[in-house]
């Protein structure tokens, strides 16, 4: 099998830890690193969260510290949804190895030495990509496509405008967004309309053992997590960016002109997507609408299923 190699660029998290799950658990994969950004909660804690989950599954992928703070506003974090921790009501044993530094050379070095077949799957703020950019403006030439989840293009979820990602640094998605970089959109309006009840978790699995355990606590925490819009369900936003590498049937869209908005007072942070391309600007993102719930109810269940062996 041809594997994808990606790099999971992450701010732990609970969705993120589903997708970490998933990641690793993909044959069709070859995770080449996480490299962790400061979001749903202080980069320290998010990378602890990172070196933590990598070891109770059992992998010795690379774990790479990135930016603690975003490009230019002050900083914002989620601990409203994810917690203290960043992992909730989640408890798991002091990680045993420290995260390697500089994910922004890290990131660059992996594409350069991948010779453009690299994808990141970027499910936190755009800000180590951003830095990047900026700092290696060849970057999108050794780079395949990053697969984003962030933004929206009807409605926020941090305010009415914006999605968290996307508003903890507009400025860094800006960058990125305006990078010339093959982009894929997973928004809101994909990741809210589905998601899994507390029946689906609690019958997720026929067998038990120690990582089972955790991801159905995780998903448990995710269904009495309370936000804008919220239905008492485990919505599984990282993860369904991830599942369109692997799933050509699970999410449907288009390719549209996104731009950044940094400017206004109430909108700032929203991607504002030209859907039916009026401005006649360059698409520079594929934008997905709608997702196949069937297919993402499978995919779910047959991806972490695969810890039950």
């Not at 732990?12 to 979001?39: C, N």
């Not at 989840?149 to 968290?164: D, K, L, S, V, Y």
């Not at 309309?193 to 355990?213: I, M, P, R, Y």
């Not at 599984?236 to 390719?255: E, F, P, Q, W």
């Amino acid at each position: 099998m041809l594997k994808t190699p990606i790099l999971l660029d992450c701010d732990p998290g609970l969705d993120d830890a589903i997708a970490i799950f998933i990641a690793l658990a993909s044959p069709e994969f070859d995770v080449k690193g996480l490299v962790t950004v400061a979001g749903n909660q202080t980069l320290e804690k998010v990378t602890r969260n990172a070196l933590q989950l990598v070891e109770v599954i059992g992998s010795d992928v690379p774990v790479v510290r990135g930016a603690a703070l975003p490009l230019v506003r002050e900083q914002v974090t989620a601990g409203y949804v994810h917690g203290e921790s960043g992992l909730k009501t989640l408890v798991l044993p002091d990680p045993k190895r420290i995260a390697q530094n500089n994910a922004i050379q890290f990131i660059y070095d992996t594409a350069v030495e991948l010779k453009g077949e690299l994808v990141i799957v970027a499910v936190g703020p755009l800000t180590n990509i951003a830095h990047a950019i900026l700092i290696h403006p060849d970057l999108k030439d050794h780079l395949k496509k990053i697969v984003i989840m962030g933004g929206g293009h009807h409605n926020g979820n941090i305010t009415p405008a914006a999605e968290f990602n996307i508003f903890a640094d507009p400025e860094a998605a800006k960058v990125v967004f305006e990078s010339g970089i093959d982009l894929v959109m997973v928004g809101l309006d994909v990741t809210m309309a589905d998601g899994l009840s507390k029946d689906e978790v609690l019958s997720l699995f026929t067998k038990h053992n120690e990582k089972t355990q955790i991801i159905e606590h995780i998903l448990l925490d995710m269904v009495n997590s309370e936000g804008p819009g919220y239905k008492p369900w485990a919505y599984i936003h990282d993860a369904m960016a991830l599942m369109v590498l692997l799933y050509d049937d699970l999410l449907s869209g288009r390719l549209c002109h996104v731009d950044i908005e940094t400017k206004g007072d109430r909108t700032y942070g929203k991607t504002v997507v030209d859907y039916y391309d009026t401005h006649k600007l360059p698409k520079n993102a594929f934008v997905t609408f709608e997702v196949n719930r069937e297919r993402f109810h499978q995919a779910i269940q047959e991806r972490l299923r695969a810890y039950e062996q």
